[in-house]
């Protein structure tokens, strides 16, 4: 078994690169998994036992990302991209911005044959299993036929997680076909008339009922995604927060990942690798779940298995 | 003090009237108040110690509203409508839908002077005060002025509850004026150079900090809203639901209004009277919750502060 090699973006994160380390030390070593740190020089021999690739230039917060992407090739992030392109890493965790992240991404990997518009997934907790919601915020406007490709990326994601025939879910403000703008309503029609699909589409869900669990995948653009992931993560942190006290550790772990410090990160899918962006406001151990998540796609050959579906779906 | 009539339009609920009409008798009576019950005639006496005023005809779920509307007009909600524009109560409750609803008080009730588009307007429990939260429904798109339009309304609305300068935040996916669609950057650059505000702009406000309650008013449109609303809603209930044994009563009682079934209902905002849209899917408590809430709107003399603080700011 050839081993899996993670890199790791250390900057972008709030938390400092040494806490991130000191994170990253805990977790459980195998030998079939390496992590590979890029960062810059002075956290370099900050009692790192991990191989570490040191990134001569930074990429602000608040500087413009595509500007700074062209001018800064030697920034982590950019490095990390590059490691990827070349296959010296598996996959990517990264806590930039959507903006820096997705554009570096295009630049330096590119997207997988047929996909329009890379989006991000997240996976989040229901009654029962997990729904994959995307788009949670690399397109802030979309097409109807944006909407139906995010559909069939959900597909092909939660069939490579063994669901055969996943069940669609169009996030909408009402269940019948006319509601949400003129997007929803052809993005609905469309769904509902492709042939032979490879999954169910259960029509449109509203924000209410996503947690009974009763779709494995909800289809959304990303300014709506991206409020609805954060809305779930402020008001579970917000009632978690108040009655952590009272909860049997058991039930509280159920909810844990809906806790914005512990929110595992999103899948930038559709790019030609695995990318997995955290929260810049992600803690440590919010930040190595996304490296255990990228783990878990690493070594299911995700991008693979996502590139097969595609193409038998895309055309 | 005059009596305080509040109209309660019982069609639309999913529970039957009998079990709603059990629900208001169960709250305390207050020889000011009294509640005017509308609905078909088999209800009427149905061990009912209400005034009752029969509608004739009934708009079915799935009409188009606006056909249904002009072709019924003995069906419930017309004739609450009416009551409200001729002063025959203070209030109208009603559990229709968002479309319905909103039709019927723009044709019988008409706008405020200067309102461009009424919006359904709630409250919402934070860490510190509740936040209202505006349009949770009314409008799928809006553009810059309307979304300035809310943050006056907002403004006037927590003013009338107390607050002598609310905070506004647009609801975005990242803090910097740049994030959103066009609408959006345009709205926090009319709100942030508005002369002689009577609020203060924070800025954009992403979902996962609005529940720290440092805003006031949560500025949206009426699709992000209610999509905002029912996630909040739909994630409330799930851990609730799963915990409920384990909360000590005092803390449930204060997440109590965002589980949904009991979720007290929205303002119509901008209309010649107090209407309150209760979901077709609230529990019977959930309904007098409602009713409560436009008692309390009614005690106040709402509408007439909101039109005299609308008629100094909308030029």
């Known amino acids: ?8 973006d250390l900057m972008g994160n709030e938390n400092s690169p040494q806490d991130l380390i000191a994170a990253l030390k805990e977790l459980t070593p195998s030998p079939h998994i390496e992590l590979i740190l890029i960062g810059t020089d002075e956290f370099k021999h900050h009692s790192n036992p991990f191989p570490y690739i040191t990134a001569p230039e930074v990429i602000e917060m608040d500087e413009p990302p595509l500007a700074a992407l062209r001018k800064k090739k030697k920034a982590s992030l950019c490095i990390g991209m590059r490691l990827l392109k070349e296959g010296k890493i598996e996959a990517l965790v990264s806590a930039r911005n959507t903006g820096a992240l997705v554009s570096s991404a295009k630049m330096i990997l590119s997207t997988l044959t047929g996909i329009l518009r890379p989006c991000l997934l997240t996976l989040i907790p229901t009654k029962k299993n997990p729904v994959a919601v995307l788009d ?24 490579a997680r063994g669901i055969e025939k996943p069940i669609i879910g169009l996030l909408n403000i009402g269940s019948e076909a006319v509601k949400g703008t003129s997007e ?20 449109n869900i509203e924000g209410t009922s996503v947690f009974d669990g009763n779709v494995d995948v909800l289809v959304t653009d990303g300014f709506t995604g991206n409020v609805f992931l954060k809305t779930a993560e402020g008001i579970a942190t ?4 108040r009655i952590h006290d009272h909860i049997p550790p058991n039930e509280f772990k159920k909810f844990q990942s809906l806790h914005y410090a512990e929110y595992p990160g999103a899948l930038l899918a559709g790019v030609k690798g695995i990318v997995i962006k955290c929260h810049s406001y992600s803690t440590p151990r919010g930040f190595t779940n996304g ?13 693979q298995a996502l590139q097969d579906k595609l193409s038998n779906e895309i055309t």
Do not use: C, S, W
């Not at 078994?1 to 790791?8: E, P, Q």
């Not at 469309?190 to 259960?202: C, D, G, K, S, V």
């Open 184 to 203: 929803h309503r052809l993005a609905y029609h469309n769904l509902q008339t492709i042939e032979h699909p490879t999954f169910r589409f259960a029509g």
């Open 1 to 8: 078994m050839n081993k899996i090699r993670i890199g790791v």
């Open 291 to 303: 490296v255990l998540g990228a783990i878990a796609l690493a070594q299911e050959n995700f991008i």
């Open 238 to 241: 917000m009632i978690l927060d």
């Open 136 to 159: 949670v915020g690399a397109n802030t406007q979309v097409q109807a036929k944006h909407l139906v490709q995010f559909a069939l990326i959900g597909t092909a994601y939660q069939q």
